[in-house]
């Protein structure tokens, strides 16, 4: 039996932790570590996270000061001894099939995905056999243009040698599509996914949660990783021009917010606007959003 390792980074979820932890620590598939990494949470989270150590063996806890959700996997990573790797979030709920339905994708390719549910109650409890394998380039272009799948971590099942031979790791200091970088560099090295639709995993969407603070870091966070994907050498056509326009899209995105903060220098917004306008960016656009963008121009 393959072991698997659990990474969760947890930072101030106290209200949420128990559930999140007595979900894994239930699972059906047994042959599990659970590596949790105390991001410098300021509540109770350090508590219940070394109780739960405390009570089982196959916990292991870090205690590291607050340095991001990307430093904290990566962590993580470094740390596990297990033969795939799985990313829960501290706040989330998963079903006790989770692992085992995860596992059985990968066997039979190099990544596993599963669905998922804003609703605890269309948690699945049952096995669902009904797999289906993908070309890698299909699912990655329905990942990069959020169609499908998402960039989501906690959904897929990753095979560990392949993050340690490629010495694949979390971009530090990035708190928004960090894990959309992670997949997409991972997804380089593979050729097919194993996908089942049947929801195992229970995402928790809170207001105040980093994915949901809209502030000109996030879109400046984001523009990096737009910037690293496309640095990526993808063999999809179709996959690098999805990248290009989301990237150009989160440029004017981060142009208009900027302007809004009396940040965004007359340079800067030339400089800005020449980019958009040699790559034809407005050609792309609905007329609404073309007159919005005409607007802003002048």
């Known amino acids: 039996m393959k072991k698997v390792s659990v990474i969760i980074p947890v930072y101030n979820v106290q209200e949420y932790l128990k559930e999140c932890l007595e979900s894994i620590i239930n699972q059906t598939y047994k042959k599990i570590e659970i590596i949790i990494i105390n991001d410098g949470s300021t509540d109770d989270s350090g508590s219940i ?55 059985m994708l990968i066997k039979k390719s190099q990544m596993g995905i599963i669905g998922y549910t804003n609703d605890k109650l269309n948690l699945s409890i049952k096995v669902d056999h009904n797999i289906r394998l993908e070309k890698k380039d299909n699912v990655l272009y329905q990942i990069l243009s959020g169609n499908k799948y998402e960039g989501y971590l906690w959904n897929k099942i990753f095979d560990y040698r392949i993050i340690k031979k490629e010495k694949i790791k979390f971009q530090e200091k990035i708190s928004v599509w960090e894990d959309l970088l992670f997949v997409a560099e991972y997804m380089q090295r593979i050729n097919t996914c194993a996908i089942i639709d049947s929801s195992y995993y229970f ?48 440029l004017y995105e981060y142009a208009i917010r900027k302007g809004k903060l009396g940040l965004l220098s007359k340079e800067e917004k030339r400089n800005i606007l020449n980019e958009l306008n040699e790559n034809r960016y407005i050609d792309k656009l609905s007329w609404k959003e073309k007159i919005k963008f005409i607007i802003w121009k002048l």
Request: hydrophobic share 40%.
């Open 49 to 103: 996270c070394k109780l739960y150590q405390q009570k089982n063996k196959n916990i292991i806890y870090i205690d590291s000061k607050n340095e991001g959700v990307s430093i904290a996997r990566n962590k993580g990573i470094a740390s596990a001894t297990g033969d795939y790797l799985v990313f829960v979030d501290a706040d989330d709920v998963v079903s006790k099939n989770y692992i085992e339905m995860l596992v």
């Open 203 to 250: 995402y928790r969407s809170r207001a105040n949660s980093a994915v949901n603070k809209i502030d000109l870091k996030k879109t400046e966070d984001k523009l990096n990783i737009a910037k690293k994907l496309l640095q990526i050498e993808f063999m999809n056509s179709e996959c690098m021009e999805v990248v290009r326009l989301r990237y150009f899209g989160i």
